[in-house]
T-cell receptor, first 117, second 112 residues
C-alpha cells in the first residue's frame, strides 16, 4: 500500500504570509494526526482527526493554525499569518484504528520542512 | 519539566557493538511505550512497542520497560552502519486514542 504522502516537502515563506500543508493518509485509514518538530525540540502532537471530525486538537499552538479534513480523506494544515517560531518540520501520520489492538498501525509521512524568514 | 527525557547524543559506536538507548518519563499514566527510528529527511518508523512493563525482543533489538523506575531502554546487538539514525522513544496513556508523547531522540552513529 502507498504510504502517507505530504507536500510540499519543503516550504520557505516570509513572516506574515500564509502557507498550506497537505497530507494524504493511507487509503482506508480513518485516523489522521498532525505533529510538529521545532528545531532542537521533541516531536509534539498537534491534533487528531477521526474521519472528518477533530477528535483532539489540544496541541494546536494558537488560532493562526487551522486544520481541515473535508470528506475524511486528505487533510490540510494552514498557518496564517506565519511567524518565525512556526518554523519546523510538520509530520502527518495515519492509522486504521484509534486504539491499540495489538496491530499498531501508525504510519508517518516524511514531513514538510517549513522555514519562515 | 518535560514528560519524557532522552539524551540527544550523538552516540558513536564501532560496528558490532551493543548499543543501549534510554528514556525516562514522569507521567505514571503512560502504558504504551514505543521506539521509533528516523533517518535523515524521513518520517519516524516504528521499531517496537511494549505494553506496560517487561521485555520484548525482535531480532537484534530488545525493548525493556521498568514502570517502577519510569525508565525504558532499547538495546541493539551487533550494531551495523545501517543502524545509524535518530532513535525516538514515544509513549501513550491507556486511552482510546493514540496521542503520542515523544522524547527528543538520540542520534546514533555506527562506524564501520
Amino acid at each position: 500500500e502507498a504510504g502517507v504522502t505530504q507536500f510540499p516537502s519543503h516550504s520557505v515563506i516570509e513572516k506574515g504570509q500564509t502557507v498550506t500543508l497537505r497530507c494524504d493518509p493511507i487509503s482506508g485509514h480513518d485516523n489522521l494526526y498532525w505533529y510538529r518538530r521545532v528545531m532542537g525540540k521533541e516531536i509534539k502532537f498537534l491534533l487528531h482527526f477521526v474521519k472528518e471530525s477533530k477528535q483532539d486538537e489540544s496541541g494546536m499552538p494558537n488560532n493562526r493554525f487551522l486544520a481541515e479534513r473535508t470528506g475524511g480523506t486528505y487533510s490540510t494544515l494552514k498557518v496564517q499569518p506565519a511567524e518565525l517560531e512556526d518554523s519546523g518540520v510538520y509530520f502527518c501520520a495515519s492509522s486504521r484504528r484509534s486504539f491499540f489492538d495489538g496491530n499498531y498501525g501508525y504510519t508517518f509521512g516524511s514531513g514538510t520542512r517549513l522555514t519562515v524568514v | 519539566q518535560k514528560e519524557v527525557e532522552q539524551d540527544p547524543g550523538p552516540l558513536s559506536v564501532p560496528e558490532g557493538a551493543i548499543v543501549s538507548l534510554n528514556c525516562t518519563y514522569s507521567n505514571s499514566a503512560f502504558q504504551y511505550f514505543m521506539w521509533y527510528r528516523q533517518y535523515s529527511r524521513k518520517g519516524p518508523e516504528l521499531l517496537m512497542y511494549t505494553y506496560s512493563s517487561g521485555n520484548k525482543e525482535d531480532g537484534r533489538f530488545t525493548a525493556q520497560v521498568d514502570k517502577s523506575s519510569k525508565y525504558i531502554s532499547l538495546f541493539i546487538r551487533d550494531s551495523q552502519p545501517s543502524d545509524s539514525a535518530t532513535y525516538l522513544c514515544a509513549m501513550s496513556g491507556h486511552t482510546g486514542f493514540q496521542k503520542l508523547v515523544f522524547g527528543t531522540g538520540t542520534r546514533l552513529l555506527v562506524s564501520p
